[in-house]
């Protein structure tokens, strides 16, 4: 038989195992839920994704926003979704890691409901003040809160929410007691300290620039364990005297635990790829962010490390919430 003849018949045979080859790709349109309201970093981070992703998958990739209850409703959604790689979460550093130690009864659970596809950007908290505080630095201002022990007031968006924490963990590595005062979001929260009705704040860096540029508001430290792009001139928590301190806000793409490893595959190159994307670098930056891409197994790591610090700064705070 002719080399031709044998290739002839060989290549039915050869055609189901290419097929199988082929990588994965969505057969419908794809939904990122965002279990917060839109205008936030976490809204802003899935967007920018979604239009990149969407040209890469061949499928329209759409936000979804669901919010609710410190974010746990759209990710209870995700959690109990289809495991087809068509409904993706755009997860939280409340969402993966915090929100297990604060609320009791949580109705899925974020190990074993939730598989990583990639860790994307993260974003610092800082610690402002209003000018009349009379702190230079963040040592003077530990140094006030020791000297007048309650007194001090310090304000986050909400319970539970990443500047809450990172408070309390500021208070529990320093030892000292500052008064924590929730708001309902940075826009409720904002006019206080412009006013001085409240002295410091501890949230996400971001929307606080503009008034500090303007002299409106001082800023005394963020809490990344290196120096912000944004304000290249405000020292780390670390560098004011608090080794080793990191708490920063992250973002990143989860899906239903028993999704099969070949989507989650798929799903996390096509992450790193626009993530790699100089565009996307740029348009995370605008909104404050830095890329910090982990793959699936790296962001797996990283979440159990959070993990153990978040663990111990909410049952030394005593947080509880329903």
């Given at each position: 038989?002719?080399?031709?003849?044998?290739?002839?018949?060989?290549?039915?045979?050869?055609?189901?195992?290419?097929?199988?080859?082929?990588?994965?790709?969505?057969?419908?349109?794809?939904?990122?839920?965002?279990?917060?309201?839109?205008?936030?970093?976490?809204?802003?981070?899935?967007?920018?994704?979604?239009?990149?992703?969407?040209?890469?998958?061949?499928?329209?990739?759409?936000?979804?926003?669901?919010?609710?209850?410190?974010?746990?409703?759209?990710t209870d959604m995700v959690a109990k979704a289809?495991?087809?790689?068509?409904?993706?979460?755009?997860?939280?550093?409340?969402?993966?890691?915090?929100?297990?130690?604060?609320?009791?009864?949580?109705?899925?659970?974020?190990?074993?409901?939730?598989?990583?596809?990639?860790?994307?950007?993260?974003?610092?908290?800082?610690?402002?003040?209003?000018?009349?505080?009379?702190?230079?630095?963040?040592?003077?201002?530990?140094?006030?809160?020791?000297?007048?022990?309650?007194?001090?007031?310090?304000?986050?968006?909400?319970?539970?929410?990443?500047?809450?924490?990172?408070?309390?963990?500021?208070?529990?590595?320093?030892?000292?007691?500052?008064?924590?005062?929730?708001?309902?979001?940075?826009?409720?929260?904002?006019?206080?300290?412009?006013?001085?009705?409240?002295?410091?704040?501890?949230?996400?860096?971001?929307?606080?620039?503009?008034?500090?540029?303007?002299?409106?508001?001082?800023?005394?430290?963020?809490?990344?364990?290196?120096?912000?792009?944004?304000?290249?001139?405000?020292?780390?928590?670390?560098?004011?005297?608090?080794?080793?301190?990191?708490?920063?806000?992250?973002?990143?793409?989860?899906?239903?635990?028993?999704?099969?490893?070949?989507?989650?595959?798929?799903?996390?190159?096509?992450?790193?790829?626009?993530?790699?994307?100089?565009?996307?670098?740029?348009?995370?930056?605008?909104?404050?962010?830095?890329?910090?891409?982990?793959?699936?197994?790296?962001?797996?790591?990283?979440?159990?490390?959070?993990?153990?610090?978040?663990?111990?700064?909410?049952?030394?705070?005593?947080?509880?919430?329903?």
């Amino acid at each position: 038989m002719s080399i031709t003849r044998r290739l002839a018949l060989a290549l039915p045979a050869l055609i189901p195992a290419a097929a199988l080859a082929q990588p994965w790709a969505p057969a419908r349109p794809v939904r990122i839920i965002v279990p917060f309201t839109g205008g936030g970093a976490t809204d802003a981070t899935a967007r920018i994704l979604a239009e990149r992703l969407t040209a890469a998958m061949g499928q329209p990739v759409v936000v979804d926003n669901r919010p609710g209850a410190g974010g746990n409703l759209g990710t209870d959604m995700v959690a109990k979704a289809d495991p087809d790689g068509h409904t993706l979460l755009m997860g939280t550093i409340g969402t993966a890691s915090i929100n297990q130690f604060l609320y009791p009864r949580l109705p899925w659970n974020p190990q074993a409901d939730l598989a990583q596809v990639a860790l994307v950007n993260s974003v610092t908290n800082a610690i402002i003040v209003n000018p009349a505080v009379p702190a230079n630095t963040l040592a003077e201002l530990l140094a006030l809160a020791r000297a007048r022990p309650g007194a001090l007031n310090y304000a986050t968006p909400g319970n539970g929410t990443s500047g809450h924490m990172c408070g309390e963990y500021l208070k529990f590595r320093t030892r000292t007691d500052l008064t924590h005062v929730p708001f309902r979001g940075t826009g409720a929260l904002m006019p206080e300290l412009l006013s001085g009705r409240v002295e410091v704040a501890v949230d996400n860096l971001p929307a606080y620039i503009p008034h500090i540029r303007a002299g409106a508001l001082r800023i005394l430290a963020v809490t990344s364990r290196d120096r912000w792009f944004a304000v290249p001139e405000a020292p780390t928590v670390g560098q004011s005297g608090v080794e080793g301190f990191e708490a920063v806000a992250w973002f990143g793409i989860q899906a239903p635990a028993r999704t099969p490893a070949p989507i989650l595959a798929r799903w996390t190159e096509a992450v790193r790829a626009a993530c790699a994307e100089p565009s996307v670098i740029a348009r995370f930056r605008e909104i404050g962010a830095e890329g910090t891409f982990l793959d699936g197994p790296g962001f797996d790591r990283f979440i159990a490390a959070e993990n153990e610090k978040w663990r111990e700064v909410v049952r030394v705070a005593g947080i509880r919430l329903e």
